[in-house]
């Protein structure tokens, strides 16, 4: 799709192994997103004015008929998913709503009002289980009924809004990517609430996709890169910071610290963080650095002194690796059976990778 231009295009690729256009539709909007269900050819697409057309696709992939419109949201749609086994049409919007529809009928299901823009979607067909991922950095996992639906609960890890979401159904595993540069993986299915760190990105994480038979991660960001994640690995989470007037190492006071330093007549300090151990030191105490894959940190970050001294060449050995896409990543679309990895831009390029020998 070209949000410039409205249109909608679908490739075919030729005899001669080029790619060309075998539809192009205009539409009445800017296109926001799109969702595609190859077993029903049917294509959802979300606008700029709130709606989702439907379109059933043509057993040649040459023409698009027209099938439904949904008047969804009342500003931009973020994000769309057709759920076959239900007949729903799942989407979210930037009026801070997530809202679901009948495929059969057209009739809107129901609503919910999220606390800011509604950015990213997954939904899980076992348990009826939607997440949405907002722009405050919230997600929020709804139990979805016929026609009514409840708050199961809501967490928060990142610093910035969600920009994607990834969900394992095997494993029940909920992985959300940020504007933070971060990646955090749930535990959903074992209930005790951990949460994994990745930071592998230098710009916003775009889009994320489980390879759950190989148990690897991709994750795309604005910075061009495809990191791949070596999930079958045992990971630790990453220490809560703790919170101190001086550092934990020296007993140096913080810049804030004004009845210590007046007492033993010292200037006051920045305050850091170990990333291993979470402890609050001055910057001569955490002068290290160190990367620590199996924590999630695959760049170097700042550690204490003692923790750097028990940290080996085994600790950091890297549990990722990294491609450069050339481009700055918008979407991705990773298809499991072939291993083909197709990515977006902003620079009008769609690119095809082949990635088995990475994900093998």
């Known amino acids: 799709m070209n949000k410039n231009e409205r249109t909608i295009r679908v490739w075919i690729k030729r005899d001669s192994g080029q790619y060309w256009p075998s539809v192009y539709h205009s539409m009445t909007s800017s296109c926001s997103c799109m969702s595609f269900n190859p077993e029903t050819r049917r294509l959802s697409v979300g606008l700029d004015n709130g709606t ?83 722009y405050s950095g919230q997600v929020t ?19 910035g809004s969600i920009t994607a979401l ?58 061009g890169g495809i990191v791949v994640w070596n999930m079958d690995v045992k990971r630790q989470e990453t220490p809560d910071w703790l919170d101190s007037d001086s550092c934990q190492k020296c007993d140096q006071p913080f810049f804030w610290n004004f009845k210590q330093m007046w007492d033993c007549k010292k200037i006051g300090l920045r305050q850091h963080h170990c990333r291993k151990c979470g402890k609050a030191l001055c910057g001569k105490c955490s002068s290290k650095r160190s990367s620590i894959p199996l924590m999630g940190f695959e760049f170097e970050v700042r550690v204490c002194d003692s923790c750097y001294e028990s940290i080996t060449d085994e600790d950091r050995a890297p549990t990722a690796t990294f491609h450069d896409s050339k481009h700055h990543v918008v979407h991705m679309y990773f298809d499991l059976t072939r291993g083909w990895l197709l990515t977006s831009g902003n620079d009008r390029v769609i690119k095809l990778w082949d990635m088995t020998p990475v994900v093998s």
């Open 52 to 134: 989702v057309s439907e379109f059933i696709l043509s057993e040649d992939y040459n023409k698009m008929i027209p099938a439904k419109c949904y008047l969804a949201h009342q500003n931009r749609v973020t994000m769309v998913l057709f759920v076959l086994e239900m007949e729903w049409v799942l989407s979210t919007g930037q009026d801070k709503s997530f809202t679901w529809h009948c495929s059969e009928s057209g009739r809107r299901l129901g609503s919910h009002r999220t606390s800011a823009w509604a950015s990213c979607l997954q939904f899980d067909i076992e348990t009826r289980h939607a997440f949405v991922g907002d």
């Open 141 to 159: 996992i709804l139990k979805l009924e016929q026609d009514n639906c409840s708050v199961v609960t809501t967490f928060k890890g990142h610093s």
């Open 166 to 223: 990834c969900w394992d159904p095997v494993k029940r595993t909920l992985f959300s990517g940020s504007s933070d540069h971060s990646i955090i993986m749930w535990d959903i299915g074992g209930r005790k609430g951990t949460a994994i760190e990745l930071q592998g990105h230098n710009d916003k994480v775009q889009s994320l996709c489980y390879a759950h038979h190989t148990r690897q991660l991709i994750s795309c960001g604005a910075d």
